[in-house]
Structure formats: C-alpha cells, structure tokens
C-alpha cells in the first residue's frame, strides 16, 4: 500500500535558501541570519531585500528598494472603491482577498526572470495600501494611500492608525513585519505554491495562500489566542478558565503548539518582549500581557510533557493591541507581513525547481458497481 502522510507532515516540497528552522532547538534563520539577529539590527525593507536577492541590501541598493515600494503605494481607486462597497463587518481577510483578486485581474502578469522581484516589491508596497484601507473601511474611516516616510512600518502605521506612531511604536511594527515574513512552507505557503505550480500568477498565489491564512490552525489563531485573554477578563481568573476550559472541556489552547517547533518558538520570545514594552503605557493592554503570561505559565505546566510550547501567535496579539489595532485585524497584521514569504517561495519555485504539484489520493470506495436504474434503487 502507498505511504500517506496525513496533512504532509515531514514532506519536502521544495529546497529553499530562505528561511531555516530547527524545530528542537527552537532557531529560526533567514539567509543564514538568526531572528534575533535581524529584529535587532535590520528593518523589513532588508529583509525584503534579503529575501529577493539573496543578501542583506546596501545602502544604494537599500535606497532604490524603499523608492519602488514607495511609488507602489497608489492602487486603482476601482480596487479602494471595492473594498469600501463591502460591509463593515466583513471579515477582513476576506476583504483582504477580494482586493487581492481584484489587483490580479490588474497585474497578474505571467511569470519572467527579469521583472519577478519588481513585481514582488509592488505587490507588497501595494499589500499595505489594500491593509490600512480594509481597517479604515472596517471603522468607517475616509480612503488612504500611505505616504513615503521613513520606514514601511511607519506609513503603514501612519495611513491605518491617522496618527503619528512613536518612535517605540514604529520598532514594534518593524519587529512584528521581520518575524512574520517567512516561515518555510506552512499551510498557506504550501497553497501559494499550488497555485504557482500551475503557473498561475503572483497576485493569485496570494489570493491562495490568504485563504488559507485565515484559519484558527494557521494565522487565525493570533486572533483566537487574544480572544482567549479578553474571556478570561482578570489575571485572577486565569486559573479557573484554564482548568474549565482547557482541562476539563480539552479544547485546544490556541497560540499554543507546532508542527515544527517542538520547543518554545523563537518569534514568540521576541514578541513577548516588545508585548510587555509596548502594554506598559496602557492599562489594558498591561492587563492582557499579565492574563497572557498566566495562562503561558500554565499552558507550559501542563503540555510541556507532550513539547507543545507557545508559538508565534501567542503574544503578537498584545503588540497589535497595544499600538491600537482591533482583533479583527490581527490576521490582515500578520498577511501583511507575509505575503513577502509568500511572494519569495513563489518565485525561488517556478524561477528553479518548477513542476506542476499533482499530489495522488489513494481510493478506498467501491472497486466497481453497476448503476441501477433510479425507480430500482432505495
Ligand atoms: C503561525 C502559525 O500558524 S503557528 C500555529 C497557530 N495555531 C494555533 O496556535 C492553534 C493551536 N495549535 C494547534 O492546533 C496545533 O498545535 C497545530 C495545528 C498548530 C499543529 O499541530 P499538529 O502538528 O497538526 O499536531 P496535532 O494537531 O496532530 O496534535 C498533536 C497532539 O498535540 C495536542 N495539541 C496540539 N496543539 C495543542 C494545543 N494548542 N492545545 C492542546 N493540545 C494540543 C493534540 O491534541 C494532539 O494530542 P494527542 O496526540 O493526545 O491527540
Ligand atoms: O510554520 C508553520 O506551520 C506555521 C507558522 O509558524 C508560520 O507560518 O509562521
């Protein structure tokens, strides 16, 4: 009988030069450069750079990518317009991948050597354009296109949150866009991937890999593991809800576990740090970081036994939440940052190692029957 590996667990799908994980020792690299290494002493636009062309960025080089994503920031105001039509509480991934679609009818050129990286740059510069509009239609807000400032994170932060963020603010972001910019190929790179498999174009690539993003298992979980702090209320009652909900009742606690990790997540360590700076200056943001740091306490106690530690999405909640971010948001956050991962392994595929992905699914129904007429049956 074939070998099945139930959800692909241990399949190789690709070689890549992007990102490294050891999930037992807990490292994660990009390049050959460890996170914590490039949250401290790079900001997005390298590792942007990074990724694309193999190498942290020059200053020229630095300055000529900063300029392409600036002038990619104005999107059709058919794609802004479309996004605003949808109403309010629509789900924002949702809104994310309809103006996603709607950029692919746009740009979805067919694949080439010479302009894929260009493309990559525009399609990010443009993902933070389609972001900031979703959360501004979401809270009834008037249309934006970020303006060029110093950084990606601070006119993104700018355009979304009409507001100028503090220099604090601004590393907070750039550290949350480094670490979740790539991680190998989980689920909605793996469907990024399908769909490039097909030669498909990038912009649909993405519109994949957000779908799959979404759910509770994947990206949607920052949000999940959030709203698991808002229903505990009070530190003091960390214990009790841990012991109704996730003792006695087993349901998963979200923000918690990994397939490849099975030690504390690297990501999720930095994220604790800049979650306690930032919820400093908000009470209820302090609040959530004390409720999130029982229930890690706790959640270590009792799943370390089986190597379920938490991982990225457990405390990036708290950092979205402390610079004024709704949890509806957190997931488009995360998207944000993740469509240059997405983008990278898109083009590192179909550029080196292209072939249609056609996996198998091995039949157990009936061999063969004969069909009876429709008055027979029953
Ligand atoms: C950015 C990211 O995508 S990171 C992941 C974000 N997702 C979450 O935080 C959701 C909660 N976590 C989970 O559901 C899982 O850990 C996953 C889906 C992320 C990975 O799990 P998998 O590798 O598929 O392992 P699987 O679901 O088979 O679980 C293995 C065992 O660990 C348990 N387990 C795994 N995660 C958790 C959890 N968060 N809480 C409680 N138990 C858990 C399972 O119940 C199972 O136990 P069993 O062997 O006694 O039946
Ligand atoms: O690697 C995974 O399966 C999920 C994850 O942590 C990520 O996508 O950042």
Request: aromatic share 10%; glycine share 6%.
């Amino acid at each position: 009988m074939s070998q099945i590996s139930r959800g692909l667990e241990n399949v190789f799908i690709k070689t890549t030069s992007l990102t490294y994980i050891d999930g037992e020792n807990g490292i994660l690299r990009y390049g050959g450069y460890d996170i914590e290494d490039l949250v401290e002493h790079t900001s997005f636009e390298e590792v942007i750079h990074l990724m694309l062309y193999g190498d942290l960025p020059t200053k020229s080089q630095l300055q000529k990518l900063k300029s392409s994503i600036d002038e990619s920031y104005e999107v059709p105001q058919q794609v802004i317009d479309m996004i605003y039509s949808l109403p309010k509480d629509s789900d924002a991934i949702g809104m994310m991948e309809t103006a996603f679609s709607a950029l692919s009818s746009l740009y979805g050129s067919p694949w080439n050597k010479n302009n894929n990286r260009e493309n990559a740059i525009k399609l990010i510069g443009r993902a933070s354009t389609v972001v900031a509009n979703v959360l501004r239609a979401k809270e009834g807000k008037k249309p934006i296109i970020p303006e060029p400032s110093e950084s990606f994170a601070k006119s993104f932060l700018k355009s979304s949150l009409s507001r100028t963020p503090s220099n604090e603010e601004v590393k907070a972001m750039d550290a949350s866009l480094i670490l979740y910019a790539d991680h190998e190929v989980p689920a909605s790179t793996t469907a990024a991937l399908v769909t490039s498999s097909t030669l498909s174009d990038m912009y649909s690539c993405v519109v994949a890999a957000l779908a799959a993003l979404k759910g509770p298992l994947h990206g949607g979980a920052a949000e999940e593991a959030f709203k698991q702090f808002v229903e505990i209320g009070e530190p003091q009652n960390a214990e009790t809800w841990f012991r109704n909900k996730i003792t006695e009742q087993k349901s998963r606690l979200m923000g918690f576990g990994h397939r490849v990790y099975k030690t504390y997540d690297p990501r999720a360590k930095i994220f604790k740090k800049y979650a306690k700076l930032l919820s400093e200056n908000n009470d209820n943001a302090r609040k959530y970081f004390s409720i999130a740091q029982s229930v890690e306490d706790l959640g270590i106690k009792t799943f370390s036994e089986k190597r379920i530690y938490p991982n990225t999405d457990f405390y990036s909640g708290v950092v979205f939440y402390s610079l004024g971010f709704p949890i509806y948001m957190f997931t488009s956050l995360f998207a944000l940052s993740r469509t240059l991962g997405w983008v990278a392994h898109v083009i590192e595929y179909v550029e080196d190692q292209h072939r249609l992905i056609r996996p198998r699914a091995l039949y157990i129904g009936p061999l063969k029957r004969e069909i009876v007429p429709i008055e027979l049956r029953g």
